[in-house]
């Protein structure tokens, strides 16, 4: 099911607050939607038995609320996209092409269709760190929920990009940088949003190295030639400069550096 994002989510906003952002489950929801058995700190926003197309809704809401305002303070028009959670079985609707249609496991921004998608599966399997795509050495973090609000804010500052004139939108325009050096901006504006969530006391204590987990995991081996992504140890340092500083301008030279 598509929805879409025209405006800032005061409501989501208010009650994240209020409640914190959240406590670590036993386990998520399944890809088959079934409810959750724990009941997280942000229950007032959730209910107790939400699904992970739940969760991932609501942390999108939050990407989207703490974008739109800098965006259109900027003086650019507030962002809006679409997206799409499917679960088991459901089939992945989007107008870019995608190597494997049929995997389960899919986490991606189509600019062509300005749709954010990521399978209910693939956000199980971050959640529970068992999702690897190198070679490198495991870390000694967990994975947990904020694994999947990495995911969730990378492919929404995708779309930022593809607003800010950054990635093409049709077949027939060329990128104005490298796949590697979006992807790495993408990161440091992940971290300018965990930044917020952590101004506003939200963060727990192992949602940073949850995400440094995650970027372990699914960064690109270092041995891999033309790699379209960072390698783990790039990613986590892109992460950790739009952290650590909390303004988008910091990410900057990653768009003006051909990596």
Known sequence: MSKRLTRVFITTVLLLLLTGWSSAPNQPAN???????FSPAFKTELPVDYTMDDYLAYVLNDVHAYWSPLMTGDGYPAPAVTYSFPGADEPIVTDCALPAPNDPLQAFYCGADDQIVITQEMALQLWNGTYKINYEPPVEYDAGDFSVAFVVAHEYAHNLQTELGWLPVTGDQKPITTSRSTELNADC???VWANSVYARGLLETTDI????RTLADIGEDSSK???THGTPKERTDAFLLGYNSGS???CDPYLNTPY
Request: aromatic residues 0%; proline residues 10%; without cysteine.
């Open 248 to 250: 988008a301008p910091s």
């Open 189 to 191: 504006l992940t971290g």
């Open 225 to 227: 030639l033309n790699k």
């Open 209 to 212: 190295q949850e995400v440094m």
């Open 31 to 37: 890809a088959q939607g079934q409810p959750a058995a």
